[in-house]
């Protein structure tokens, strides 16, 4: 069936990269509900809509054959978008759902008399039950008579995107020869019956089916909806080996944010990013993670222009937080994620590697020599890439003569009453350090001196 997923073309991210990306919201510890990138993108109607969109956003795709389909559903449902504003209403499936779940009574016998005598015993001593029926039948029926329509009118785009398999799915199933007879479900207490018989008890798995097939189709939907309506871009898959390169990247939260550039690829294996605080170089590094993950995902992403070639596994060490409970200090949660990526490379993965200030929970000397090593060894990994940020300013001119590693750095403008900010990536490494203007800005010491 096509959304049986092979675990081998699945992007890995664990839980410490999830909650970097604001993947969900309170239920799984990751920041407001409102907040994260699930809601972002959930323009579902229906709970099964909403449903496989959050697990398609659990498994984002590392293969650039599942991306390709994807996108390729997501401009064919954008290209005749009114189509598939026909698709069964949210009260619709929900009721159908609940309607061929268990709870019912249901007439069996099939053979002309025991139906007639099991349908009249049902109508006579079950009202309760019998009303419910013919409310689930009628709204079946409804569901039949609009996928119809639908499948009538909407495109399948090509045969090898997602969404030509489960049109065409949905037409064999309403082709079946008991639901392609299906108009209503009659008038006589009898006929209402043999249609319940029908949608229940012969066809239950087929109408089950066809909820799971607006489902899967409503979730595409909803990924070209946010597609269209942020104004993101659709990425172009390279060939390898692994590369990164995008203009004008931003992180979808920001309103009226700074675009900036990006390009890793084998000769720039290692991006060294330098600045000072509030500069933006954690806000820049949430933005390649997110366009990346949206690029893995099949969807649009927010950039200019966006190309690249897929990996298997998209790590971060952004947010990471000590531990009390477990006894893990910060610089020992900093250490594992360090771990984590080496891991990785040595189970022989195409890594992405999106590294925040590491190191910072020790003292400076530790953090230079840990820097130091990591990076050398970073800017050695083929087909992986990895984008670090650091305040030690120091440690490119000991990386100097290394090669694969690229330098760039975001900048206050200091000659102003306060310090302003333009977002903007520039080459090169910055040496301004702006602890004490910030400190004095702020009135600590005028509080301090009295």
């Not at 207490?189 to 018989?197: E, N, P, S, T, Y």
């Not at 979808?252 to 084998?266: D, R, S, T």
């Amino acid at each position: 069936m096509p959304h049986i997923e092979d675990n081998s073309e699945i992007l890995i991210l664990d839980e410490d990269t999830r909650i970097d990306l604001h993947l969900f919201g309170l239920d799984s510890g990751e920041g407001s509900e409102a907040n994260n990138l699930f809601s972002f993108c959930n323009c579902c109607q229906t709970e099964g809509g909403k449903k496989v969109l959050r697990r398609r956003m659990e498994r984002p795709w590392s293969s650039a054959q599942r991306i390709r389909a994807t996108q390729k559903s997501l401009v064919a449902i954008l290209g005749e978008r009114e189509a598939f504003t026909k698709l069964p209403s949210s009260y619709v499936a929900k009721n159908v759902e609940r309607y061929t779940g268990p709870g019912l009574p249901m007439v069996r016998q099939t053979r002309p008399f025991g139906f007639i005598f099991e349908a009249f015993a049902l109508w006579v001593n079950d009202d309760r039950f019998y009303n419910k029926i013919v409310i689930g039948a009628n709204l079946t029926c409804r569901l039949i008579l609009t996928l119809r329509q639908f499948t009538d009118q909407a495109q399948t785009g090509p045969q090898d995107s997602e969404l030509a398999p489960l049109i065409e799915e949905m037409r064999e199933l309403l082709e079946r020869p008991l639901l392609s007879q299906v108009s209503e479900s009659g008038r006589w207490f009898w006929q209402k019956l043999r249609v319940d018989q029908v949608f229940r008890f012969q066809e239950k798995l087929s109408i089950q089916r066809l909820l799971q097939l607006v489902y899967e189709v409503e979730a595409l939907v909803a990924m070209a909806d946010v597609t269209k309506k942020h104004g993101f871009v659709l990425p172009c898959i390279e060939s390898g080996p692994v590369q990164v390169n995008a203009t004008g990247l931003v992180h979808p939260f920001l309103v009226n944010a700074v675009g900036n550039p990006l390009e890793l690829n084998q000769e720039h294996r290692v991006l060294f990013l330098t600045g000072p605080n509030m500069a933006g170089k954690t806000t820049y590094l949430r933005a390649i993670a997110t366009a990346l993950y949206f690029a893995h995902l099949g969807m649009g992403v927010p950039a200019a222009s966006f190309n690249f070639f897929p990996v298997q596994q998209l790590l971060t060490s952004i947010s990471l937080t000590d531990n009390l409970i477990d006894g893990v200090s910060y610089f020992r949660a900093e250490a594992l994620r360090v771990k984590a990526v080496a891991q990785a490379i040595a189970d022989g993965y195409r890594v992405v590697a999106i590294m925040d200030e590491p190191f910072k929970g020790t003292n400076v000397k530790d953090a230079f020599d840990a820097s130091l090593a990591i990076l050398k060894r970073f800017a050695k990994v083929e087909d992986c890439l990895f984008v670090v940020s650091s305040h030690l300013i120091e440690l490119s001119e000991q990386l100097n003569s290394t090669p694969n590693i690229d330098y760039q750095y975001f900048e206050a403008e200091e000659q102003t009453d306060r310090l302003r900010f333009d977002f903007r990536l520039q080459p090169g490494v910055s040496n301004q350090r702006l602890g004490m203007r910030v400190l004095r800005e702020e009135g600590v010491f005028d509080l301090l001196d009295g």
